[in-house]
């Protein structure tokens, strides 16, 4: 199947140009008819060479229809052709075997390169040299173009060989990146579902360290109630009030985080809107959000943009000390940039992933690696700016 392949693209890449090949046989044509009226004008013969000669161009210019079931009956006829091409002119038969065979050999053996195949092609078309110069020319003509002829033969095959395994290395190569981009497809998908059991399993600690911490201060609660405590029960009531509050709004982050994952079609500019919003009642920090998207984000890209502006978002909040957010989303040229922006504090560039209150960006560095993408950190003290631009995949317009 494989060699079926490579003889295919081999024809293509020989002959995907027909004006090379027409110009080609088209000096043949004039070199035979010249060589042919300056010693023996014959008009007849001109006549049925010409016929002859343009049943042979049109074979050449429809072989790429020919399958390899049909081989032996394209070599045959291109092959009588040749030879009666050659007996019609007597005078110019070796610019017709010597500009005709050569092309006809390197041709067929794009069909099918098997060594038994090289060999009996190569010894019909030294029989047929042979026997059409014995035929209308004489020994001293043969002594001369024949070893011309096995030469260009020679050179011919060397040629095909060389070309033939260049084409079957680039299938080699074509077929490699094929298992490569599916490998890679596999290991996004493992990458997301690795993500999808982390966020579960950080919901399941969330609501199960949560429930089991307002359980034990119920309980210290009604254990001081039971002595006449009522002070200190107010007071552990009150804890338990405001631990439920957080663990409420942990549980619902994470869940929210594991829809926006699960679903089936993501809207990004909704997500990215609720994430803004959200951001802004918890923190008091105004959003400015520049969205200019005009074109439908892949899946996996879709994920990864949102979580690296929520990312983006939660480090403002921890570390940032500012009171406006720039988010710019963009895309031109088949590039997507999301810069994320704030008029913080500012932070040393240097000590990303060493100082222990910046390890988000170590994960934003991650999934901008997962997406192909590059990652630009700019601080000073008149705030922070995370750029990002990676390649978008197709997709429908937004």
Same mark, same amino acid.
């Given at each position: 199947m494989k060699e079926k392949k490579a003889g295919l693209l081999f024809i293509d890449e020989l002959f995907a140009s027909r004006l090379p090949l027409l110009i080609w046989v088209s000096i043949v044509y004039i070199g035979t008819i010249l060589l042919q009226f300056l010693k023996d004008p014959q008009i007849l013969s001109s006549s049925i060479f010409t016929g002859l000669f343009t049943v042979h161009i049109l074979l050449h210019w429809n072989s790429y229809r020919i399958t390899n079931k049909q081989f032996w009956f394209y070599f045959s006829a291109q092959a009588i052709l040749i030879y009666l091409c050659a007996i019609l002119m007597p005078q110019g038969y070796q610019a017709v075997l010597m500009g005709l065979l050569p092309v006809l050999i390197a041709q067929s053996l794009g069909f099918s390169f098997r060594i038994k195949r090289i060999v009996f092609v190569a010894l019909i078309s030294i029989i047929l040299f042979f026997d059409s110069s014995l035929t209308v020319g004489d020994t001293d003509e043969l002594i001369v173009f024949m070893p011309l002829f096995v030469l260009m033969l020679v050179?011919?095959?060397a040629y095909t060989l060389l070309f033939f395994q260049q084409v079957r290395e680039r299938l080699r190569i074509q077929n490699f990146l094929h298992d490569l981009k599916e490998a890679h497809k596999k290991v996004e998908e493992l990458t997301?579902?690795?993500e999808r059991q982390r966020m579960a399993r950080d919901l399941h600690d969330t609501l199960a360290q949560g429930v089991a911490g307002l359980i034990m201060q119920l309980e210290? /609660? +009604?254990?001081?109630? !039971? $002595?006449g405590n009522t002070e200190r029960s107010q007071e552990i009531v009150r804890q338990s009030m405001k631990q439920a509050r957080t663990t409420l709004a942990e549980a619902r982050r994470a869940i929210d985080n594991?829809?926006? $994952?699960?679903?089936?079609? *993501? +809207?990004? %500019?909704?997500?990215? +809107?609720y994430e803004t919003q959200h951001f802004g009642e918890a923190t008091g920090i105004v959003v400015t959000m520049d969205f200019k998207l005009t074109r439908r984000l892949s899946r996996v890209m879709m994920e990864h943009s949102l979580h690296i *502006?929520?990312?983006?978002?939660?480090? *403002?909040?921890?570390?940032? %000390? /500012?009171d406006k957010v720039w988010i710019t989303l963009s895309d031109q040229n088949e590039r997507l940039f999301i810069e994320i922006r704030d008029n913080g504090l500012g932070f040393n560039t240097d000590a990303i992933g060493k100082d222990a209150g910046h390890y988000g960006l170590l994960g934003i560095q991650?999934?901008?690696?997962? *997406?192909? =993408?590059?990652? $630009?950190? %700019?601080?000073?003290?008149? =705030? !922070?700016?995370?750029?990002?631009? !990676?390649?978008?995949?197709? =997709? +429908?317009? !937004?």
């Open positions: 050179i011919v095959l997301l579902a690795n210290a /609660a +009604d254990a001081h109630m !039971t $002595k594991l829809r926006a $994952k699960s679903a089936s079609e *993501i +809207d990004f %500019r909704e997500a990215v +809107d *502006i929520k990312e983006g978002l939660t480090n *403002i909040a921890r570390h940032a %000390r /500012a991650e999934r901008v690696r997962l *997406i192909g =993408g590059e990652l $630009k950190v %700019r601080s000073s003290s008149a =705030g !922070t700016s995370i750029q990002v631009e !990676t390649s978008l995949s197709e =997709g +429908d317009p !937004t």
